[in-house]
């Protein structure tokens, strides 16, 4: 990819009720809001809740580095009253080899709604289609039902256990690979 397509590329998505916009500076306090939830970071085990507003626009400033563009962020808004519910986006893309992690969460009152199914499709048919992807990885905490549920839904497959993945607080945590190929995408 060359570098002037990587910076019209994360582009907005819309879905049936979703739009997924790209992150940025002004989405600081929804940001910190959501990742001040606890139940929103129950099994990210790379970041603790947000504590203060700085935060926030660091995870931001991440995503919205120019270039090299190896990670991007949506975040997810509902179209019936364009109140943000989550966020989803891709990281650690290596170009060369056509791979990229997703990695995604939603406010739990609008868990089982089908949101981010609908909002992990049009981002998956995006790196597929946009990105070249040939292969999208989630690691999901072997805790987090929920989300492996949702891969499976989506067609990701279990390539098993990674043992003692991260190290967070002073413990290590096992993570589930789940993988996503092109070939595989309906």
């Known amino acids: 990819m060359r570098k002037q397509e990587a910076g019209t590329l994360f582009r907005p998505l819309e879905t049936n009720r979703l739009i997924l916009k790209p992150i940025e500076l002004s989405d600081r306090e929804f940001i910190f809001e959501h990742f001040s939830n606890p139940d929103v970071c129950r099994f990210m085990v790379d970041e603790v809740p947000f504590t203060r507003i700085e935060e926030a626009e660091e995870i931001i400033r991440f995503y919205t580095v120019p270039e090299p563009r190896i990670q991007h962020r949506w975040v997810i808004l509902r179209k019936s009253d364009n109140r943000p519910i ?20 939603l406010n739990p009152a609008y868990w089982g709604q089908g949101y981010m199914t609908e909002a992990l499709t049009g981002a998956i048919t995006m790196g597929f289609r946009d990105m070249a992807l040939n292969r999208i990885q989630a690691d999901i905490d072997v805790r987090n039902t929920r989300s492996m549920n949702l ?33 595989e995408w309906k």
């Not at 989550?86 to 969460?105: A, K, L, M, P």
């Not at 990701?156 to 789940?178: M, T, V, W």
């Open 151 to 183: 891969a499976a839904r989506l067609g990701f497959k279990n390539e098993g256990i990674i043992r003692d993945k991260y190290l967070f607080r002073g413990y290590y945590y096992d993570h589930y690979s789940f993988s996503l190929l092109k070939r």
């Open 86 to 105: 989550g966020t989803c986006g891709y990281h650690r893309w290596i170009v060369q080899h056509n791979s990229c992690e997703i990695g995604y969460d």
